[in-house]
């Protein structure tokens, strides 16, 4: 199995739609240079950066003030990002949708899935987390004058691109993502309500949330789980099963929502359904899975889990961050059944729940009841089994790489990935549970599903960003000024090296990197999981 595809570069066939049809290799230097650990891999990704910070701001804004200055220079430097020309366009005919760059702020020419929509949304619901903490300190004017100009220009590529089809969150696909959807919407309803506490408004969100919100409830469901890649360009070949679900669920995860058919909540019954229907599809395709664990074929025993079953990127392994992400569904959803008092079995979720406690039988089972202990229990000791496998396989010294062998267990691909570091430690804080989750809550529901539903998009105006630094004078003003410049801390090789043939090289990836791994080897070596 190990040699099915090495020795071939993983080529992926990509169509790219509003361009003539072509096909697109991810880079082999990639691939080649990542296997060698020559770690020329090195780029900032507007995704990963913003999970990453979506986690810092939360470390931050849950007693971890130290991390004020990386987070002022995070967000001053999305401010030089979003103006960078790239083949996506410049600032204002698209730029906003590339999905990567060099860390010293220049632009990646070469071929890649681009664009991609989800990046916007995410960096808005993180650059918002962060001003909601300012605001609760009365620091509205640095808000308004400082982080909303760049919320804004977001929200308003999201207002004007949800619509659109572009690449999803594992840069292959062309077409509608249900992350990239979600995420979407997260945003355009934080950022309406971010607005209106600085006596803004964002009418666009206000018009363009109830149409992504149907398209998300109403498109990505066949009825027995979700698809995670719609509106395909060119057939994928996928039956689409994919984290992406999950993440998704963990994603839209509101410490206030209920878990009923609106949201896509980690309890909610089509969300747990996914759940046992992406670990089902993996169960026995990784040799480690078995290995590890005989029964492993036994639907509710925890396995290690990959991006999709079909894939085939550095011969298909599972990912650290989607096991992480199976284990946080779970743990998000104890918390929601605790926090409401029951767990409701419905026709959907059954087969979810009989994984856990075989005889159980639909209903809604109050706290009081020994079904809700059950479920409960099993849960919590399921999701401890996802999460020992991360631990299982992650580096002594708290590294985390992209992928776990399929074969061995080894640590595989992009060492040090950060999105790796964010998702295991927003799952250690999902099992924590407490304070950090009784926070999170972005108005989940704050927008309804309208009676009829229609594609539309929504263009405002854009402001361009000129930050050059936060009041309190921290924060870089300048490329590579302040030792924490440029760019967002999240290559893909973080070993600290710098990009090849660029000036200027950050800092913050130098920071930012073994911050991470202290901060997982400290939930490794706590004895918390
Ligand atoms: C490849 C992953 O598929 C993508 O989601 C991620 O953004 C980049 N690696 C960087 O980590």
Known sequence: MAQRHRGRKPVLLLRVQAHPIRTVSIPTSRIVLV????????YTWTRDSALTFKYLISAYTNGNSSLNTLIEDYILAQGRVQVIKSPSGDFSTGGLGEPKFYVNETAFEGDWGRPQHDGPALRASTMIAY???LLSSGKNATVRDIIWPLISNDLNYVTQNWNHTGFDLWEEVNGSSIFTTAMQYRALVEGSALAQKLNESCENCDSQSPQVLCFLQNSYWNFNHSIANINLAQDNGRGGLDCAAILTANHLFDAEATCDVDGYQPCQGRALANHKAVVDSMRGIYTINTADDSDAKTPGKPVAIGRYAEDVYYDGNPWFLCTSAA???LYKAIYQWSSSGSVVVDDVSKAFFQDLVHDISAGTWDKSTNQFTQITNAAKIYADGFANIVKKHAGTNGSIAEQISRENGTMVSASDLTWSYAAFLTM???RAGGKVLDQETWGWDAVKVPDSCKASSATGDTTTPNPTQFPDGQGSSENG?????????TPTGGDGSKPTGKS???AVTVTTMPLLACLALAVLCSGAL
Do not use: K
């Open 428 to 430: 250690a804080d999902a």
């Open 504 to 506: 200027g090289a950050t």
């Open 35 to 42: 296997r060698t650990d020559l770690r020329v891999d090195f």
């Open 327 to 329: 284990a946080e569904q």
């Open 131 to 133: 001003s909601n903490s």
């Open 481 to 489: 000024t302040s030792g924490s410049a440029a760019g967002t801390p």
